[in-house]
């Protein structure tokens, strides 16, 4: 068992996307990735079912000494996260932390936009939940933000279906529709952490004077605030460099899906939740 590692949370390989940007920014700590590929996607989920499945995974993660747990995944942030900070660490784990991505990306998304106009482009439970119109409202109000729920690119991203017939047609059909929702949108936030896999594509059907925006350096750069602002959370986390991977399905699907995701091999371990 790692010494006290930070907990990163993903229902399947996305969230690798995010622990490479924290990993190269603060390689120091200690990190325990869990997929729960078994359940996988989230997306459709309703929220008691995600709440249920995220709420499972965080108390794995503190059995296993994680002080600070972060839902790398932005359908478990947008269903779970809140009622999980209100109403369960106090009793469960009053002195440990979860975190997720969506607030810390709300809190700078406008400063990328220079016409006020962000495109919001994520799972169906991420834009149902309506929690990006709330939390970029919260920090900018005079931002007008659009949505696209795009059900079908994590399936592209899982199964490795970057060159099959129809995901072009797939990719170019949402970002068609959210352009022309708003075609002053110049800002577009990728809110699913396996969509950076399918950057080199959507830049494809985007237009240049619009960017793309992925959340990896976002939420490293504020894991390293958050961590300096909160010592005594910091000094609950091993300093041995170490990583450790585990998924609730197929160890050999997620390691030789780990190497896209998180730029290198890795060796992966089987639970159960």
């Known amino acids: 068992?790692?010494?006290?590692?930070?907990?990163?949370?993903?229902?399947?390989?996305?969230?690798?996307?995010?622990?490479?940007?924290?990993?190269?920014?603060?390689?120091?700590?200690n990190y325990l990735y869990m997929g729960d590929n078994a359940r996988a996607p989230y997306g459709p989920r309703s929220f008691e079912t995600v709440y249920d499945y995220t709420l499972e995974a965080v108390k794995w993660f503190f059995s296993q000494g994680c002080s600070l747990v972060i839902l790398a995944c932005n359908t478990a942030s947008?269903?779970?996260?809140?009622?999980?900070?209100?109403?369960?660490?106090?009793?469960?784990?009053?002195?440990?932390?979860?975190?997720?991505?969506i607030r810390p990306t709300?809190?700078?998304?406008?400063?990328?936009?220079?016409s006020r106009h962000v495109g919001v482009l994520g799972t169906q439970g991420t834009v149902s939940s309506q929690s990006y119109l709330l939390e970029i409202e919260k920090f900018f109000p005079d931002i007008a933000v659009s949505q696209e729920a795009c059900p079908e690119w994590v399936p592209i991203v899982e199964n490795n279906a970057y060159?099959?017939?129809?995901?072009?047609?797939?990719?170019?059909?949402?970002?068609?529709?959210?352009?022309?929702?708003?075609?002053?949108?110049?800002?577009?936030?990728?809110?699913?952490?396996?969509?950076?896999?399918?950057m080199e594509k959507i830049r494809q059907f985007t237009p240049e004077a619009v960017s793309i925006i992925a959340q990896g350096g976002i939420i490293a750069q504020s894991l390293e605030v958050y961590l300096q602002r909160h010592p005594e959370i910091?000094?609950?986390?091993?300093?041995?460099?170490?990583?450790?991977?585990?998924?609730?399905?197929?160890?050999?699907?997620?390691?030789?899906?780990?190497?896209?995701?998180?730029?290198?091999?890795?060796?992966?371990?089987?639970?159960?939740?």
Do not use: W
Request: net charge negative; aromatic share 8%.
């Open 1 to 29: 068992m790692l010494n006290k590692p930070i907990g990163v949370f993903d229902s399947g390989y996305g969230g690798l996307t995010i622990l490479k940007e924290i990993v190269e920014r603060l390689p120091q700590y």
């Open 78 to 101: 947008a269903k779970a996260l809140r009622s999980i900070q209100q109403k369960d660490l106090p009793q469960l784990a009053p002195d440990k932390r979860v975190l997720g991505v």
């Open 106 to 114: 709300a809190e700078v998304i406008g400063y990328y936009s220079k």
């Open 163 to 198: 060159d099959q017939p129809g995901t072009d047609e797939a990719i170019q059909t949402h970002l068609d529709a959210i352009l022309q929702k708003d075609p002053q949108i110049d800002t577009l936030l990728l809110a699913c952490t396996h969509y950076p896999m399918l």
């Open 234 to 273: 910091e000094q609950q986390c091993g300093k041995d460099g170490q990583l450790e991977f585990y998924t609730t399905g197929s160890t050999q699907d997620f390691d030789n899906h780990t190497a896209n995701f998180f730029g290198r091999a890795v060796s992966s371990n089987l639970i159960q939740l």
